[in-house]
């Protein structure tokens, strides 16, 4: 159990443009869903914590207007990067949380997207 | 700032061979370390949630330990297998928000067979 599906694996688009990631939790409910980005030869790191019927938890230094999540459901949570450039270009990976919020809470991740904004 | 390090960068070992690896983070407010193993083009995939001092943890030739107190884990792999080739990647959780994690870079390891 615990499967998180991610699509798309990859995406090419145009300056200017809007792209969709969804994020789903396959074979359990996540309340907790979170989006983390990585930069060549970077760690992972927390871009927003997303609440199932609330509105997200951004990181510092992370545009809450130009990466729009939307997590409607206990399954499915969105990420739009609105007006995309090229230096939006990175890899997204969501991941979606299981269980309370105790020591061992754990996170299952998807298999994340490729971006490639042209 | 928090730091998470880990090392060695990157790892070669044959077949059969043991090895280990390190994850160096805060020593204060700590509240959970996570280990991850990383196949190319795969979900990271959960390994071990490590949150007492002294713990140690293990899961078929994998094991690891906890030291909190001087801020390190140690994750060894028995007996290496070519299909343990894979990033492995340490992640630190602080009392202050216990949900987020820092990681670190990952340790990239190659089973040669």
């Known amino acids: ?118 | 700032i928090l730091n998470v390090e880990q090392s060695p960068q990157s790892l070669h070992v044959q077949e059969g061979d043991s090895t280990n690896f390190t994850c160096s983070f805060p020593s204060s407010n700590f509240y959970a370390l996570h280990w991850y193993r990383w196949e190319t083009a795969k979900s990271p995939e959960a390994l071990f949630v490590m949150t007492l001092n002294g713990d140690e943890k293990k899961k078929g030739r994998i094991s690891a330990t906890l030291n909190t107190k001087e801020g390190y884990s140690y994750l060894y792999i028995k007996g290496s297998q070519p299909e343990d080739s894979a990033t492995y990647l340490c992640a630190f959780s602080g009392a202050g928000n216990n949900r987020k994690l820092i990681w670190g870079l990952g340790t990239s390891l190659a089973v040669n067979p």
């Open chain 1, 1 to 118: 159990g615990a499967v998180v599906s991610q699509h798309p694996s990859w995406v090419i688009c145009k300056s200017g443009t809007s792209v969709k990631i969804e994020c789903r939790s396959l074979d359990f409910q996540a309340t907790t869903m979170f989006w983390y980005r990585q930069f060549p030869k970077q760690s992972l790191m927390l871009m927003a914590t997303s609440n199932e019927g609330s509105k997200a938890t951004y990181e510092q230094g992370v545009e809450k207007d130009k990466f729009l999540i939307n997590h409607a459901s206990l399954t499915l949570s969105t990420l739009t990067v609105t007006s995309a450039h090229p230096e939006d270009s990175s890899f997204y990976i969501c991941s979606a949380g299981r269980g309370t919020s105790g020591r061992n809470y754990e996170q299952y991740f998807g298999p994340g997207t490729r971006l490639t904004v042209t």
